[in-house]
């Protein structure tokens, strides 16, 4: 018996040992060697990522891999731009990271990548089957340990002559990026002071989410303390950006996107920009004024992949930090290759990161917002929402949840793929504004069902 909850739209992510154990890792072997076979894959890299469980998982997944006669690169603790970087280098462009990327410390999960695409956890699911797949040989297990200092080569290959020394604090969170980032940056002249960067699954002085304002506190002050001229943080499994300027505000993905995107459109006109459906307004104008095509997309790095696979776009991003380049680099979400391509704009504008925010348009935002829900009723609930909530004035979009656009602002309700949430963010031209819509929204959801528990600020 396996739990098939833990079987995601984006990825498999469990709670260990009671949903992710040997049993279920037998289990989603079996099934991943199928989708393996169809393809005519016979080889897979596999990384972790700092977790307390990740050691354990990787030697399951790795022997029962290998007895079904697939053969193993094994790279260790990694960050999953690491593992997505060494699947590129396999003639198979195939592999799996075991990370619970920002979900609590006693989650553990699998993101794969099978023939150069995203594999969703429901397609591993469907690939479940008590019969297991025929042994007709043993794989084979090579320990790889050159990938990080290739991977340094080859960004410090694009990077042009600095003026002058960045002094930059990096927020690890404990997390597996804490062996790459400080290393990175140096290398790439900056004056680095580490916080948080010795790699701890208890993950014990804060999560490691820059999503969340709250996690990103230690890293404002830091910066503040020390006159640095940029702050930035990563998830626990090293694929998510947080970065702050050097008067410790907050530049939120959806900015970042702006200042990426304007960057990017010199040399790609007429190209596509890809962003969620929690990404700005402000957003769509930016890249439809310096001549690209705003394309939106379902929130999700599997659905961000799967369409700039489809449209070659030279960049894509989320919300929740995940952003892809995919002109120079190898279109996966890495968030310290993006942190290396905001620190080339500010060299080459030579200017502070507060100045660069301040020329991006403004209005009135709120973060992700979250409500808790049951893991079992939260897709009905948006399913209702879309179906009944009333939006005089509003054009509503419904690719992932329900986006309801105004003339002067707009508003989102979706559910969490990776938790037992739903998600909320609201955006005006003025605070006002910004109040009236979030209250319609809560207003329409109470209608909805009652019993849930709004508290949102």
């Not at 419904?398 to 989102?412: C, M, N």
Request: glycine fraction near 8%.
């Amino acid at each position: 018996m396996i739990d098939e909850s833990i079987f995601r739209e984006y990825d498999i992510r469990g709670i260990v040992p009671s949903q992710v154990n040997e049993a279920s890792i037998k289990l989603i072997s079996h099934a991943i060697a199928r989708k393996c076979i169809d393809e005519n894959i016979d080889e897979l890299v596999l990384g972790r990522d700092g977790r307390l469980s990740g050691e354990k998982i990787l030697n399951i997944l790795s022997k029962e891999l290998q007895s079904i006669g697939i053969n193993i690169v094994n790279i260790g603790i990694v960050t999953s731009p690491l593992l997505y970087y060494a699947a590129k280098q396999l003639p198979s462009k195939s592999g799996i990271m075991i990370t619970g990327s920002h979900n609590p410390k006693d989650y553990n999960g699998f993101k794969i990548i099978i023939n150069d695409s995203p594999i969703s956890g429901l397609e591993i699911l469907s690939l479940l089957s008590d019969k297991p797949v025929s042994k007709t040989n043993t794989g084979k297990e090579l320990f790889k340990k050159s990938l990080m200092d290739e991977y340094i080569r080859e960004v410090l290959s694009q990077s042009t002559d600095k003026s002058e020394k960045i002094k930059v604090v990096i927020d690890c969170g404990n997390g597996s990026a804490g062996e790459i980032a400080p290393k990175l940056f140096r290398s790439l002249g900056c004056e680095v002071i580490e916080l948080f960067c010795e790699i701890d699954g208890n993950f014990p002085n804060h999560h490691p989410d820059p999503g969340k304002v709250e996690n990103l506190q230690d890293l404002i002050n830091t910066v503040k303390e020390n006159s640095a001229d940029m702050g930035i943080a990563f998830d626990g499994d090293g694929d998510r950006l947080g970065v702050v300027t050097e008067k410790g505000e907050i530049i939120f993905p959806d900015q970042l996107m702006m200042i990426f995107a304007k960057d990017i459109l010199k040399n790609y006109p007429g190209r596509e920009i890809v962003f969620d459906v929690k990404c700005s307004n402000l957003l769509s104008n930016i890249i439809i004024e310096y001549g690209g095509i705003p394309l939106m997309s379902p929130t999700g790095h599997f659905h961000i992949k799967n369409t700039l696979k489809k449209t070659n776009a030279p960049l894509a991003g989320e919300m929740s930090g995940h952003i892809f380049f995919n002109d120079k680099w190898h279109g996966f979400d890495d968030g310290h290759y993006s942190a290396f391509r905001l620190l080339e704009i500010m060299n080459s504008l030579n200017m502070t990161l507060s100045s660069i925010l301040n020329q991006l348009p403004k209005a009135y935002s709120t973060p992700e917002l979250n409500i808790n829900v049951e893991e079992e009723k939260k897709f009905k609930i948006v399913k209702e929402f879309v179906n009944k909530a009333q939006f005089e004035g509003g054009s509503k979009v419904t690719i992932d949840g329900l986006r309801v656009d105004f003339d002067d602002g707009w508003g989102l309700l979706r559910a969490s793929n990776t938790t037992p949430k739903l998600v909320l963010r609201f955006e005006a031209e003025t605070p006002s504004r910004l109040n009236d819509i979030k209250n319609i929204f809560l207003d329409q959801l109470k209608l909805i069902d009652e019993t849930i528990q709004i508290d949102i600020s």
